[in-house]
């Protein structure tokens, strides 16, 4: 089992930045690939970000290329995105999402989840 925990969500004016964070516990040595995804109310679960967790190339939601980065800190088991020139639609709640097998922009092939923070952006 892994479990994942996300936090840095917050408030924050369009054009700002926020980073967050995914910290993974448990079976981290199985992991293949962490994604991030987000929903906004009354919308389907919206891929974000996704990268392997021994490296390599990442891969990006069209809406958010240019503006998002995924990074990781294998020693820290942590996975984070950093948010930049935010604008009112990326408000949503985010999710991290790991799996041990498969690196996908499709959220059902990711087996565990976190629990989401919330990504609140005012124009």
């Known amino acids: 089992q892994v479990q994942l925990v996300e936090s840095g969500g917050g408030l924050v004016r369009a054009g700002g930045s926020l980073r967050l964070s995914c910290a993974a516990s448990g079976r981290t040595s199985s992991m293949y690939a962490m994604g991030w995804f987000r929903q906004a109310p009354g919308k389907e679960r919206e891929f974000v970000a996704a990268?392997?967790?021994?490296?390599?190339?990442?891969y990006y939601g069209d809406s958010v290329k240019g503006r998002f980065t995924i990074s990781r800190d294998n020693a820290k088991t942590t996975v984070y995105l950093q948010m930049n020139s935010l604008k009112p639609e990326d408000t949503a709640v985010y999710y991290c999402?790991?799996?041990?097998?498969?690196?996908?922009?499709?959220?059902?092939?990711?087996?565990?989840w976190g629990q989401g923070t919330q990504v609140t952006v005012s124009s």
């Open positions: 990268t392997r967790w021994s490296g390599g190339r990442e």
């Open positions: 999402a790991a799996d041990r097998t498969t690196m996908s922009t499709i959220s059902y092939r990711y087996e565990y």
